[in-house]
């Protein structure tokens, strides 16, 4: 039968392995109810979310391995100039198009991107 994930907290949910509810017993066409009407005294259960994963429009996804630490990732956005526009090391600043760089080796004092 074609439950929604909302039918759990609905005050016409029937609780019955047989039947949706009262208004839809054998559950409803689409991923919205329309006749839905939040019971109060329904328990609000928050998903199970593990470690390196998050859910994102009800579905679980796993993310990928990460090879820097948070601190390393906030400090490359902080310094890195594909987020600054910036060398990190002399200041010198780039093209304003530089969205669309891949290697960022700096002309002026000859830092170079080992990032990527």
Not at 69 to 97: A, S, V, W, Y
Not at 107 to 114: I, L, N, R
């Amino acid at each position: 039968m074609p439950k929604i994930p909302e039918c759990d907290r609905c005050l016409l949910y029937a609780q019955n392995p047989h039947i949706i509810c009262v208004v839809h017993p054998t559950g409803v066409d689409g991923n919205s109810c329309l006749d839905f009407r939040e019971d109060p005294n329904a328990e609000s259960v928050e998903p199970w979310e593990p470690e390196a994963a998050t859910y994102y429009n009800g579905e679980l996804i796993l993310q990928p391995n990460q090879r820097w630490t948070r601190e390393e990732q906030l400090e490359l956005i902080d310094t890195h100039p594909m987020f600054t526009g910036k060398c990190p090391q002399c200041q010198h600043e780039f093209d304003h198009d530089y969205t669309a760089w891949v290697h960022w080796d700096c002309p002026e004092c000859g830092w170079m991107d080992d990032s990527v």
